[in-house]
């Protein structure tokens, strides 16, 4: 760690799998004890940055520090100091849950004087206790995956790297992992969370929205909310068909519309103006409308507008 408690440094990152740029100059620092959230559509360039970070890839250009360690000249050091759990789980489905923390540990190096507490903690807070000689290939999914997060922090590392760690997890299993998640950045761990849920990127204490390689904003999730949306959001109570959103989109003072359950969130310059002239606008074209009601923005809200900026500015 840095003197400022800096965990990770990155500068000017960039990786290049022949002619297709997955990471394109991006620069972030992570602090310690914090949950930092990359969040972005496949192909984002989220598992990328992170298989750099934890040094099974090696940067086209740029430099990135992990716990005070260059990723490309000391690769080793750096794994030795975080722990991974990757998007699938990527524990041995024919060893039981307590061969695999025992095999974890002992591939983490971990002292046998230690490793027996280490595994009753990883037990308990998977919430296996009693299924311990259970196959690790017939547990649920919520299970696995706490599973899987305690056999890659076995060895106490002060930064963890989860590459969607709740993909297909049910709802409640997904609220008891970020209990888990928020619990070691309470004891001082550096958390790195790639997600594709706008409701977990909404845990996380700062939030890195990424597109095609690019980082395009870093901020915690209430500063996303109210700043980096260039607009006011009305929701609108509408038919939710294509006619209807082609109508929207066209309509005067509309930056963006997108379906939203039941109807819309529409971005615009003027609230107070749009909201008035929506439903006639509407109705001029045999739309009935319901309602127009501003509301406040959603990370989606963010996230779906800065995505739709940049494929104009690409398009142009």
Request: proline residues 5%; glycine residues 10%.
């Amino acid at each position: 760690m840095s003197a400022a408690g800096e965990a990770v440094v990155v500068q000017d990152l960039v990786k290049r799998f022949g002619g297709f740029t997955a990471v394109d100059r991006v620069s972030f620092t992570a602090r310690q004890g914090e949950v930092l959230g990359f969040l972005g559509p496949n192909g984002a360039g989220k598992s990328t940055i992170i298989r750099i970070l934890c040094g099974l890839l090696r940067p086209t250009a740029g430099r990135a520090l992990v716990a005070g360690f260059d990723v490309t000249r000391d690769p080793e050091a750096v794994r030795a100091r975080i722990g991974y759990m990757s998007q699938r789980f990527s524990l041995y489905d024919d060893l039981s849950a307590i061969e695999n923390l025992r095999f974890f540990g002992g591939l983490y190096g971990v002292a046998p004087a230690e490793l027996r507490q280490r595994i009753a903690w990883a037990v308990e807070m998977a919430g296996l206790r009693g299924r311990e000689t259970a196959l690790a290939g017939t547990l649920a999914g919520g299970w696995k995956q706490r599973l899987a997060l305690g056999c890659a922090v076995l060895h106490r590392p002060p930064i963890v790297f989860l590459d969607e760690p709740t993909s297909g997890v049910d709802p409640m299993s997904r609220r008891q992992f970020w209990q888990l998640i928020h619990r070691m950045a309470t004891d001082g761990v550096t958390v790195f969370v790639s997600t594709h849920y706008m409701d977990e990127a909404a845990y996380c204490h700062r939030l890195a929205l990424l597109d095609r390689g690019r980082l395009v904003a870093l901020d915690t999730p209430a500063v996303l909310r109210t700043t980096a949306l260039r607009g006011a959001v009305l929701q609108v109570q509408a038919p939710p068909t294509a006619e209807t959103l082609a109508a929207l989109d066209a309509a005067p003072g509309v930056l963006g519309a997108a379906v939203f359950g039941d109807g819309f969130h529409v971005v615009v310059n003027d609230a107070s103006a749009v909201q008035d002239a929506l439903p006639v606008f509407l109705a001029a074209r045999g739309i009935p409308c319901q309602a127009v009601v501003p509301i406040a923005p959603s990370l989606e809200d963010v996230f779906v507008q800065r995505l739709g900026r940049r494929d104009a500015e690409s398009a142009a």
